[in-house]
């Protein structure tokens, strides 16, 4: 029975982070994506394709992230795939990604004056010219602060990612609490490592929005 943390543990628990950060870049990137084209959708002025989009957005912002992990894992398995956690858990943040990102950005699209667009069609501006040099750069701007603190959110959802079986830090804390029977001192420790994590990108966020709202 080991009692003591020493170097093995804390690379355990080094590990464990790594994985939690590639695990929120890889969601946060593809949903990315994902969200741009779902906020994209929304704002198309076509209603059956926006009526799609909405319909994505409800269902992953009405729902759990654990539902929607169980879903993809287990969802697939009924299917006679075998899929492995980090892939199920991949797809799952992946989505969960897209349907918060695609709001956000379809809210900051839709803040720009609608002026803006009426006077680039009248340059005869394409809509995808429209879009590359007057819509998208302004919106970007505006959604910068809340993409940032969603980062912060989608960092923290990953410790629900143990319960399909990936290790990531919250899973190798309560690895470590089992063997070591410290479990105050090793989930205090898990915890200090997310706030190391998170409070720089929140501070960031923070700086961004002060920056930007009197520009908006």
Known sequence: MITSLGPAQFELLFRGLLW????SGIGF??????????????????RWLETLAAGFIEIFR???????LFIVYYGVALLNFSIDPWLAVSIAFMLHASAFLGEIWRGS???????????AVALGLRYADRLRYIILPQALKISIPAT????VQLIKGTSLAAIVGFTE???????LSNITYRPLLIYAIVGLIYFAACWPLS???????????PAR
């Not at 501070?203 to 709202?213: D, F, I, S």
Request: with cysteine; glycine share 16%.
């Open 169 to 175: 830090l919250a899973r190798t804390g309560q690895i």
């Open 148 to 151: 940032i603190g969603f980062l």
């Open 29 to 46: 990137v593809a949903g990315a994506l994902g969200g741009l084209m779902i906020a994209l959708c929304r704002s198309s002025g076509l």
């Open 203 to 213: 501070r960031l966020g923070k700086a961004m929005e002060r920056r930007l709202t």
């Open 109 to 119: 699209i839709q803040a720009i004056p609608g002026g803006q667009s009426e006077a």
């Open 62 to 68: 009405g729902t759990p992230l654990l539902l929607q």
């Open 20 to 23: 939690t950060l590639a695990l």
